[in-house]
């Protein structure tokens, strides 16, 4: 397994923008497809976007789709989530994951490595 630690989140307006990043411990990271899930108090865990291993591929649930970008840099052992355009609607813990599958998946459960979470909090 790979250990994973987010950082970047905080408190942002409307519009505003924040870049969060996940570094990676191991050698296992350049193998692992990653994601990134949010969860907002009395919700569930939701998918926010994955990246497959060579970073050629990503995809993106619809909420966020056209605001947030996922990026890797294999060679930092770090993948990134750009958010744009942020809404109020974004305040969630924002967490990254890991695992060795080779599909790309939306599935928390999927995923066996976990951060421990960043907050991001947008104001109105």
């Known amino acids: 397994q790979v250990q994973l630690v987010e950082s970047g989140g905080g408190l942002v307006q409307a519009g505003g923008s924040l870049r969060l990043s996940c570094a990676a411990s191991g050698r296992t990271f350049s193998s692992s497809i990653m994601g990134w899930f949010r969860q907002a108090p009395g919700k569930e865990r939701e998918f926010v976007a994955g990246?497959?291993?060579?970073?050629?591929?990503?995809y993106y649930a619809d909420s966020v789709k056209g605001r947030f970008t996922i990026s890797r840099d294999n060679a930092k052992n770090t993948v990134y989530l750009q958010m744009n355009m942020l809404k109020p609607e974004d305040t969630a813990v924002y967490y990254c994951?890991?695992?060795?599958?080779?599909?790309?998946?939306?599935?928390?459960?999927?995923?066996?490595?976990w951060g421990q979470g960043t907050q991001v909090t947008v104001s109105s």
């Open positions: 990246i497959r291993r060579s970073g050629a591929y990503t």
């Open positions: 994951a890991a695992d060795l599958r080779l599909r790309a998946t939306t599935d928390a459960t999927d995923f066996a490595s």
